[in-house]
């Protein structure tokens, strides 16, 4: 089958009237793209523009593509008239998984030959969406993060009848759509971040039930300290930056340890020599010959971006 | 025993010669402050003053306090002329119990009368570095995050025989000497942040571990997916937004089944009444009857600016 190219895509439909279908419609629209809104039915059309208006503030703060304009957006109940000439549908139907098998296997006869349908899902996988799809080969999990007009990650996997030039297509289509797309390497509940997140959220709720710390603790302990950073530097890189010039080698031989200490009531993994080589290796490869201390003043420079961003949104500037 | 009221501090002792030592030096020169740092050996001077002049880059643009002067550091390799009419000591020693024990033994004879000596250690209880000191009750953890001139966060709590006065002592001054303080509710390994960013790290080992991640994803989902929203809003206030009018309330009653998935190692504790209405009163006061809209719409600013100043500092601006 062949597919459009990604750079060929004129138009997208976004299935789905709630929160994150609107908020996808809303990104395509400012990225320049004709979008087809589908909705249940037309009675969600205000709550829909609402999203589409407020998304839009921030849209235009990021900078619009040329040619956007929210007047591209069809919104309608018809199915059939969404999709028709889509070059890329993005489904974010309610997250259960009878009603997306049923959607599928109607989007599988109906969405033009080619064209790749992604799924927003959270929590569901493509092996079982796609159950009933008759053209599952093209049908992939895009699933982007809350709001998804502003947070650039999508985790994109395939099911198990899904062509893998389906997900190199999708991931193509999204770096060009202005997303961060990241291709898992196997299809695992709750995908990458959303397990990062996940660990994280567990790790408060056990503080909290503990008496330990209040939601309001969680909340200033992550705002004022790691998130700034982990805007600029992941978790890994961090550490790697953090320990100059032995780096992420030294933070695992030096501190790997600490791994057994009881901080957190996450068991910690047995660091192997090939769980340390990979790490090492990882963050060698995003380091790139960059010395740590430019990478510690391109931190710096963001951190004092991101304290004075939160100020000014806290201002209400 | 009295202390100095909070904002009649003139002058603060860093003791230790390392990135973290050095690092609250600067922030506290960029404060305002006379700082006498204690180095073990003059030798470590150039390193000094290079985390200094670094820090001042970033410390300049966030905007120096009237007075400010890299000048008004005096660094020394004698214990007593850096704590001589100290008001405030912070202790960054190596992170060895025998040795901090020893420190502090001095320190509680030769630190002024009523003064407050905060140790920044982020593995060590203050139960256990105080055991030898002659005055622990001024003695108190005053846990920074790296780097330590730039984010805010504090992590502050006694030991057994600190006085609660001190605490709270401390509390008051880092606020004022612009940090974002946390008295944590109890003595717990790895305080609050640290726990939420091993349970984070953890995590992110099994997936690489597993081959289900590389460190690159990894830092990807990180950066793209939940750290520029969570430095505007804390994971609690994030999902009360996100949730709408129904707020926290609405994510615990209907997703708390989610709890159970196997997302992530980390497993969660009961969701039981008591938690889930410590949670939800814990948000609803950090909303100061603030409507959800408002606070996503604060959220989305925020989340711009992170955005172009994260892209400004990759472009070396």
Chains 1, 2 share one sequence.
């Not at 809104?37 to 208006?53: C, F, I, N, Q, W």
């Not at 099911?159 to 990241?182: C, I, M, N, Q």
């Not at 340890?257 to 993994?269: G, Y």
Request: glycine residues 10%; neutral net charge; hydrophobic residues 45%.
């Amino acid at each position: 089958m062949t597919r459009p190219a990604v750079t060929a895509v004129k138009k997208v439909a976004s299935i789905g009237g709630g929160p994150i279908g609107a908020g996808w419609a809303a990104h395509f629209l400012a990225r320049g793209y004709d979008v087809a809104g589908y909705v249940h039915s037309m009675a969600e059309e205000a709550t829909y523009r609402k999203v589409l208006d407020t998304a839009w503030i921030s849209l235009t703060a990021l900078g619009l593509a040329p040619g956007a304009s929210r007047e591209r957006l069809t919104l309608t109940d018809n199915l059939e008239t969404a999709v028709a000439d889509a070059g890329f549908v993005q489904e974010s139907a309610p997250e259960r998984l009878d009603l997306k098998q049923t959607l599928y296997e109607k989007l599988g006869r109906i969405v033009p030959p080619g064209v790749v349908i992604a799924s927003s899902t959270s929590g569901l996988m493509m092996t079982d969406i796609q159950a009933l799809c008759p053209t599952p080969e093209r049908t992939v999990i895009g699933h982007p993060f809350n709001p998804p007009y502003l947070l650039p990650l999508v985790e994109i996997i395939g099911g198990g009848k899904t062509s893998p030039e389906a997900v190199a297509w999708a991931r193509d289509f999204y770096a060009h759509a202005g997303k961060a797309p990241l291709v898992m390497k196997k299809e695992i509940p709750g995908f990458v971040a959303t397990r990062l997140q996940e660990a994280l959220w567990r790790e408060a709720l056990h503080m909290v039930a503990n008496g330990e710390a209040t939601p309001e603790d969680i909340d200033i302990a992550l705002m004022n300290g790691p998130a700034p950073r982990l805007a600029i530097q992941g978790q890994c890189m961090a550490f790697h930056v953090a320990c100059g010039e032995g780096g992420m080698a030294t933070n695992l031989d030096q501190f790997g340890p600490a791994l057994k200490l009881p901080w957190t009531r996450l068991a910690a993994p047995e660091l192997t020599k090939e769980l340390r080589d990979r790490m090492v290796d990882g963050c060698n490869e995003m380091a790139a010959g960059r010395h740590f201390e430019d990478m510690a003043a391109e931190r710096d420079r963001a951190i004092v971006g991101v304290l004075k961003a939160v100020k000014a949104a806290r201002a209400g500037a």
